[in-house]
């Protein structure tokens, strides 16, 4: 009989805060650029050159620690983790590792079986590496180091997850923690949030955990379910084989699913922490965490029952809405602006959702401005522009966010209010459409959508179909 | 002398701080690494329980800088001493992935 | 004022000369380069002259004094910087081959403070490489003669920066200290040097070796010449977290010819087993006319000085491990040539970059901070700092300053250190402990030896008290002089 296994996960989640400058240097951390130009002495590790902590970068890192229910280290040191690779200028990378901002934290997720907590091992502040980029012409590799000295916050979790849906679940409450608190967009697939997987399985049961991997690389929510899948499924194959797991780690493959050790003997993984002695100790008041726990935004749930208290729009509208820090904020925005909360959700959950899935883009992608979406609102409740008209704006709006009103002014898409001319268009159709007219008038309500449908086309869609069901149907009477 | 240093020792400590000795040089540094650690060892004379390690002399903490962009495009000067470059990067040999 | 009268003068002399349109930046300057010429190849005090630059700015300076936009009292004057201080557009070596075609883009905190109170740089002086050494004998550009005595060393790190002071190829020099690096050489070649208390000068720019220990320092010729200098240098710098604020640093109002009063602490542990007769005697007697001009001196127990020696080679040499990391072929300096792959290069670079003495410390920095040793050898280390630390401020709880010997020794001949370094390290003794704990010290001429090589008596004062130990030091300068 086949034995059964349990699958036992932990996740060392890497999150780029969102500061406007380097951890360590007054270098902007934007993205793009052409390469090194983001780049100073000091994080490009220039003999001579010391770094100073940017103020923000620690102010992050607590409140991430206080809203996942973290101690907060009182007394902290930054300590250099030494090992030789191009992307590190300075062959040490400096982050924590004796006294680590936050620790013994946690968070809840839900699952099938209920709601489960994740244990938080610790948070600690570091700094991110340069790019490699593999010259083919050549065949050397180029560094830019303009990523080098971003700010990185990397969450340890226990070993609390079972499953890849626990996993899911665990990286989607941080995002959406760490989203509403603005301290990172957290896009996997740019590199905003990295997360590195610990497994291990053992037969159900068993108290000793099994030897652990170190899986890597794995840029998207689907990644992480089939390297967890594939990972599972390889150790379960060793140890079913008698074959040992070797703690390692691999680096996850997801065009070929599967993945490979990332071994060299030149590698001795013996880091060599120690203080650094060019940064200062940090040392948190009391007043300070009292501060930063008086500035913690509203998070999703009680942003949840004011939605339900506020606004008159469904559940699972609000659940999606809030799902989305970025969605959240663009809703409440546009409310502000005097549009209908239920109209808004209408757009977002609509045609937003729609074209967000067909363009394969997340939440956080959505460029348009709530001033936009709010015009775009008024325009169709005015009756300015139809419904199908607004949607085809829509489209272009999302992706390029332009001032509906000077778009629909521009085009001539908006409706055209004109009795006269609309009277002419449906005398115009009813005379070239006998049989229809006839078929209306012998009780065939169907028919008259026929006619609509044949007005608007002669109007170029710039007509308002309600008004033009009344003009037709007051003419036939 | 105490302290007896391995080639093994010599060897990994190579590869920690990317050194390579010759056969002489193995040699040299295995006398003067075991010489230095019995010297060393002289503090273990000390009691030091119930002392914290000082890494910092001063008590000076919270030293920050304000999150402001203070450096524009410096990536001529950052280049000017790279003993190799493409495309305004640092050429290194291949890396594994 | 002719060329040899010149070179007599000290920097605040030549500042104020220059001022009072005696004589003039480019001057001095040519009596400088004058001096270079008929003196460096014997001495080898510098790795880089800066031969054609150093007139146009010294012009350009003089243009400004007269213009009166630089009114300080070293405008003017030539000043050498050590080789580990970057200087922007200027060839920084460390007297390292790894740095053999280094030059930065930016210069250390401490030299712009130089420059903009007006002094010229002359050149970069030659150091033991990356400052591990106590001879200046490990550069990779070759040795630098004590100018009291050519076939002696001038001491290390800075020896090129003491030689060159002692040698008129400049008025005054930066050295760093970080175990006697500035002192000791200053004691070898009789000439004024000071290691301030940690964070007075900014370590920016300064290529670190043992970074809680480095310190950037005035190498001078007189006591009054060292406090004009560390009055420029020292300053609040916000690139450098370990800066720290300081009000007082108006050192010259301390150059005051009166120790009235002040207590001096001379540690029996610092006059024990060997030391030269010679120095102890001569040391005694400047104590002695320290007492004769007020001072009240006792002796005590230090404690822990053996200590000091171990503990610091283990905080520099695992510091040092790390902070010459990047120097990897990459970024800047030396590359190996036929490397294959990463690795290589990387072991090729770093084998033929570096010297033996790096190498060594490089290697035992990399073994007590691997795994498995770490508490026994850095930790531990750590620990027995802070029982220093502590030693020195109860001392400093009864004394205004300590006073001993620099060196248990003066100058060694040329070839006899390196053979044995564990017995150059032993030298350093009296100078570690001050590093250790932070403490400012000062180095100042106390007599010869019987074959006329300088001997230095060393001031150690409590941290912050510069001033404490500008006011002995100046005081014994003045007094010694009359005697």
Not at chain 1, 309 to 325: F, H, L, M, R, V
Not at chain 3, 266 to 283: C, H, M, S, T
């Amino acid at each position: 009989m086949a034995k059964e296994y349990e699958t036992v996960i932990g996740l060392e989640v890497h999150v780029e805060l969102a500061t406007r400058t380097k951890i360590f240097c007054g270098c902007s951390t934007a993205f793009g650029g052409r390469p090194n130009s983001h780049t100073c002495p000091v994080c490009t590790g220039m003999p001579g050159t010391l770094p100073v902590l940017n103020r923000k970068v620690l102010e992050y890192a607590v409140s991430v620690g206080l809203a996942t229910n973290c101690d907060i280290t009182r007394y902290c040191k930054f300590d250099r983790k030494n090992y030789f690779y191009p992307d590190n200028p300075q062959n040490y990378q400096i982050s924590q590792l004796y006294l680590p901002i936050c620790r013994n934290g946690y968070v809840e997720i839900e699952t099938a079986e209920g709601t489960k907590k994740v244990g938080i091992h610790e948070i600690h502040m570091e700094e991110d590496a340069g790019k490699l980029i593999h010259d083919e012409w050549e065949d050397c590799t180029l560094v830019d180091y303009n990523r080098s000295g971003v700010p990185l916050i990397e969450i340890v979790s226990e070993s609390d997850m079972r499953s890849a849906e626990e996993v899911i679940a665990y990286l989607e409450k941080l995002r959406l923690i760490i989203q509403y608190l603005g301290a990172s967009d957290c896009k996997l697939q740019e590199g905003s949030m990295r997360a590195d997987v610990n497994l291990s399985v053992r037969e159900a049961g068993a108290e000793q955990f099994g030897t652990r991997t170190e899986m890597k690389n794995l840029n998207s929510f689907r990644a992480i379910a089939r390297a967890i899948e594939g990972e599972r499924a390889r150790q379960i194959d060793l140890l079913e084989e008698g074959k040992a797991v070797v703690q390692e780690t691999r680096r996850w493959d997801d065009t070929k699913e599967t993945s490979y050790a990332m071994r060299s003997k030149e590698d001795a993984q013996d880091y060599r922490y120690f203080p650094d002695p060019d940064l200062t100790p940090v040392s948190i008041s009391d007043e300070y965490l009292e501060e930063l726990k008086g500035r913690q935004p509203e998070f999703r749930t009680e942003k949840m029952a004011r939605y339900k208290a506020e606004y008159d729009i469904p559940d699972y509208d609000i659940e999606i809405i809030t799902g989305s820090k970025h969605m959240a904020d663009l809703f409440e925005a546009t409310v502000a602006r005097g549009s209908q909360p239920k109209r808004v959700s209408n757009w977002l959950m609509g045609e937003t959702l729609r074209l967000l899935k067909e363009k394969e883009l997340d939440p956080e992608d959505i460029r348009f401005s709530p001033g936009n979406l709010a015009k775009l609102i008024a325009m169709t409740e005015s009756k300015a522009i139809n419904s199908t008209v607004a949607k085809e704006v829509f489209e272009v709006m999302f992706m390029e966010d332009m001032d509906p009103e000077q778009y629909v002014e521009e085009k001539g898409l908006k409706t055209v209010t004109d009795e006269g001319a609309l009277r002419k268009t449906v005398e115009e159709v009813i005379a070239a459409n006998p049989q229809s007219v006839e078929d209306y008038r012998n009780g065939k309500e169907k028919a008259i959508g026929f006619l609509v449908g044949q007005t608007m086309k002669a109007m170029r869609g710039k007509a308002d179909p309600a008004g033009v069901n009344r003009m037709l149907k007051e003419m036939l009477k | 002398m105490a302290n007896i240093i391995s080639d093994e020792t010599i060897e990994y400590v190579g590869i920690l701080a990317k050194l390579e000795l010759s056969g002489e040089e193995k040699e040299a540094a295995k006398k003067s690494m075991g010489e230095m650690l019995d010297y060393i060892d002289k503090l273990n004379e000390l009691d030091t329980s119930g002392v914290e390690p000082m890494s910092h002399v001063f008590p000076v903490q919270n030293v920050f800088r304000e999150d402001e962009v203070t450096n524009g495009d410096e990536s001529g000067r950052t280049l000017q001493n790279a003993p190799s470059e493409k495309d305004n990067m640092f050429v290194v040999p291949k890396t594994f992935d | 004022m002719d060329k040899k009268q010149l070179l007599s003068l000290s920097a605040t002399a030549l500042g104020a000369a220059i001022k009072a349109g005696e004589t003039t930046a480019v001057e001095a300057m040519e009596a400088v380069l004058e001096q270079i010429e008929a003196r460096e190849s014997t001495y080898h005090c510098y790795v880089t002259i800066e031969r054609e630059s150093a007139l146009a700015k010294a012009a350009a300076v003089q243009g400004k004094i007269e213009a009166g936009e630089l009114t300080g009292p070293l405008a003017g004057v030539p000043v050498a910087i050590k080789d580990n201080l970057c200087t922007e557009g200027v060839l920084t070596t460390c007297s390292s081959k790894i740095l053999e075609n280094f030059i930065p883009t930016f210069s250390s905190q401490a030299f712009l403070n130089l420059e903009k109170a007006g002094a010229v740089l002359v050149g970069k002086t030659n150091m033991d490489e990356f400052a591990m050494g106590s001879t200046t004998e490990t550069s990779y550009y070759g040795v630098t003669r004590n100018p009291r005595n050519p076939e002696h060393v001038p001491g290390g790190s800075s020896g090129g920066s003491a030689a060159a002071v002692a040698a008129g190829e400049c008025f005054f020099a930066l050295g760093s200290d970080t175990g006697g690096s500035i002192r000791q050489p200053a004691s070898y070649c009789g000439v004024v040097g000071m290691k301030p208390t940690y964070g007075t000068v900014s370590r920016y720019g300064l290529i670190a070796y043992g970074s809680s220990l480095d310190q950037i320092g005035p190498l001078t010729r007189t006591v009054e010449d060292c406090a004009a200098v560390l009055e420029v240098i020292a300053s609040h710098d916000p690139k450098d977290s370990t800066s720290i604020k300081r009000e007082d640093t108006d050192f010259t109002a301390a150059l005051v010819k009166d120790v009235t009063g002040m207590r001096i602490g001379i540690p029996r542990d610092y006059f024990g087993e060997g030391l030269d007769p010679e120095v102890k005697e001569a040391v005694l007697r400047a104590a002695e006319l320290l007492k004769e001009n007020g001072a009240i001196l006792e002796e005590f127990d230090l404690s822990l000085v053996e200590y000091a020696i171990p503990a610091y080679y283990t905080i520099a040499a695992a510091e040092a491990s790390s902070n010459l990391e990047r120097f990897d072929g990459i970024k800047y300096g030396y590359r190996a040539e036929h490397a294959e792959g990463l690795h290589q290069m990387y072991k090729k670079t770093r084998s033929q970059g570096f010297g033996p003495e790096v190498k060594r410390r490089i290697m035992l920095g990399s073994f007590v901070l691997s795994s498995g040793y770490y508490d026994a050898y850095y930790l531990k280390a750590l620990r027995v700092k802070a029982m220093i630390k502590k030693a020195f401020d109860q001392a400093f709880e009864r004394y205004d300053c300590i006073l001993g010997p620099v060196a248990p020794t003066t100058a060694p001949k040329l070839g006899e250190s390196l053979v044995d370094p564990m017995k150059m390290y032993l030298g350093d003794i009296d100078t570690i402990s001050v590093n250790l704990a932070g403490l400012p010290g000062i180095s100042v001429p106390c007599g010869t030896d019987s074959r006329g090589l300088p001997i230095g008596l060393q001031l150690i004062g409590d941290c912050f008290q510069e001033k404490k130990l500008i006011r002995a030091a100046y005081t014994y300068e003045q007094v010694s002089q009359d005697a």
